[in-house]
């Protein structure tokens, strides 16, 4: 019988006391099984305690997806410490603001990545120790800061760690806001293991999976990849793709049962062949961090016609959030699905009741997965972590996630997304989601991506302006376009204008098509060359 893991590193260290010879990872350096991965794991927690580092302090990883990622994420926790999982897509500027955020003691990184790091090392004065994973030479650090080879940390000695408990905060998650820098989400063990046991739960995931880890580690998603599979004892292949046919690739190549990725990356995949081989052993594919276009979804089901698809939604600040099982996808198109397993979502009023089917509201999540806040923000914390009213009988509140998110029911509790408060385009009086503008380009089959966003108008407040990228191998009619949105969209939605571009939309570090960049780049541009006011032309 499996020991049910509370921490975080236990649900490596529990499938390594049951499965010691199955793999638990392969990457670039090949594969690794659950023994050597425990070792490891608690080779990085004795070394940790040989640089004194203490309950609770920040170990940041910057890294590539790789083993060595996923030993100090894990070690980390294993000796009582908190780690922060850098994106490496990330800039040296933008790394040593979270650096400095946090006060992370120690970075694991490559000497590279290092180097590039030196100019900031002296405005992270709590950096302490930076723990290189290739052998090279030495970098010149700041005076505070120690070199450590990843080897040497392999070799520590056994050495005591701190008492953990699962209400103990085990990692920080830099997510981007609406404005400003970004913000840690303060994640507990209770958290992290409580969602792992709730996805493989309605993934069905067991000890036989292989998952594809496409997303970065330091994306939630992404992370939760890990999780899911040390939870049941399963594999982890951990790519670093450069094009989208190194995914089918990968997928084919390692007999992947399992993938999840973002709906920007599932667009481009659309246009990779898939060999029917891919039905001996892909068993689901998921998609989270946005609305999955009808028409990619069933492009991606013609590939894979065996996979179950699973659409889901998630927040950075409760991990993961609500799934649509495949038996609902037909019935009920366009939805996020019902909560997770042990997680209860609610739709509420600005005044806190409940709202009725139909009715649009902001998404509540209450449950094990809300996370503790944002770190070292207590303003922020306040206007997104909320009590609910207090339960009869109950002597202090339940703090709940307010998403900022707008959704609805249907009749039968099913949810749907509307979109995000901040990305909201208020026309005419209406309030306008852009993903449901971008839904209808998508099913016009014209485009590769698109943007929808607002902008600036004397009269009507904002109007719906879109960006959308030309199909490989082929040319973008914009007419067309134009037309199939006057045909399919009511007139406060109908795109004023739609731009062209040539390459693929920019994404943020997470591979997310980045509404707010591409709207602040073309606005500005259109605003020099003298093509946009604020707007006061009637449509």
């Known amino acids: 019988m499996r020991y049910p893991a509370r921490l975080l590193h236990e649900l490596a260290l529990t499938s390594a006391e049951q499965e ?30 040989a640089v004194r580092t203490g309950r609770g302090d920040r170990v940041a990883v910057w890294l590539d997806k790789c083993r060595e990622a996923v030993i100090a994420c894990f070690g980390a926790t294993a000796h009582g410490a908190v780690f922060v999982p850098i994106n490496p897509l990330l800039k040296p500027e933008q790394v040593a603001y979270i650096l400095r955020d946090c006060g992370v003691r120690v970075l694991v990184t490559s000497y590279e990545r290092l180097r590039t790091l030196e100019p900031e090392l002296s405005r992270c ?11 090279k030479d030495e970098a010149v650090l700041a005076a505070t800061v120690s070199r450590h080879a990843w080897e040497h940390a392999m070799n520590a000695p056994p050495a005591p760690h701190h008492p953990v408990i699962d209400a103990d905060i085990a990692a920080i998650i830099y997510t981007s806001g609406s404005t400003g820098q970004p913000k840690g989400v303060v994640l507990s063990h209770r958290n992290l293991v409580a969602g792992a046991r709730s996805v493989t739960e309605y993934l069905s995931n067991e000890r036989n999976d292989v998952l594809l880890a496409v997303l970065p580690l330091s994306f939630d998603a992404g992370f939760s990849q890990l999780t899911t599979a040390f939870s049941v004892g399963a594999g982890v292949v951990l790519l670093n793709y450069l094009l989208p046919p190194d995914v089918v690739r990968a997928v084919v190549a390692n007999r992947v049962t399992g993938v999840t990725a973002v709906p920007a990356l599932w667009i481009q995949l659309t246009q990779v062949n898939w060999p029917r081989s891919i039905d001996e052993h892909l068993r689901y594919f998921a998609s989270t961090g946005g609305r999955m276009p009808a028409a990619t979804l069933s492009r991606l089901r013609e590939a894979m016609p065996r996979a179950k698809p699973f659409l889901m939604y998630g927040l950075t600040e409760a991990f993961r959030a609500t799934y649509l099982p495949p038996d609902q996808v037909d019935r009920r198109p366009g939805s996020i699905g019902k909560a997770i397993p042990n997680a209860e979502v609610l739709v509420l009023r600005a005044d806190g009741t409940p709202c009725a089917p139909g009715e649009p509201g902001e998404l509540v999540q209450r449950g094990a997965l809300v996370a503790l806040g944002y770190w070292n923000d207590l303003e922020r914390t306040a206007q997104r972590f909320r009590p609910l009213p207090i339960a009869s009988g109950a002597l202090l509140p339940e703090m709940a996630v307010f998403s900022g998110d707008t959704v609805r029911t249907d009749e039968d509790g099913f949810l749907y997304f509307i979109g995000r408060d901040d990305e909201m385009i208020k026309s005419s009086g209406y309030r306008i989601s852009p993903t449901e503008v971008e839904e209808v380009i998508y099913a016009t089959q014209l485009v590769a991506e698109c943007a929808a966003f607002g902008a600036p108008h004397v009269a009507l407040g904002e109007v719906v302006m879109v960006v959308a990228s030309v199909p490989e191998g082929s040319t973008l009619d914009l007419k067309l376009l134009q037309a199939c949105c006057r045909d399919r969209l009511p007139a406060y939605m109908v795109p004023r204008e739609i731009a062209a571009c040539d390459t693929p939309l920019p994404r943020n570090a997470n591979g997310k098509i980045d509404r707010k960049a591409i709207a602040k780049e073309y606005l500005g541009r259109a605003k020099r060359h003298g093509t946009i006011g604020p707007l006061s032309d009637p449509l």
Request: charged share 15%; proline share 7%; no cysteine.
């Open 20 to 49: 010691p010879s199955s793999i638990a990872l392969r990457d670039a350096a090949g594969a690794m099984d659950y023994a050597t991965l425990a070792t490891q794991v608690r080779s990085f927690a004795a070394f940790l305690g």
């Open 125 to 135: 004065p709590e950096l302490a120790h930076a723990i290189t994973t290739d052998p």
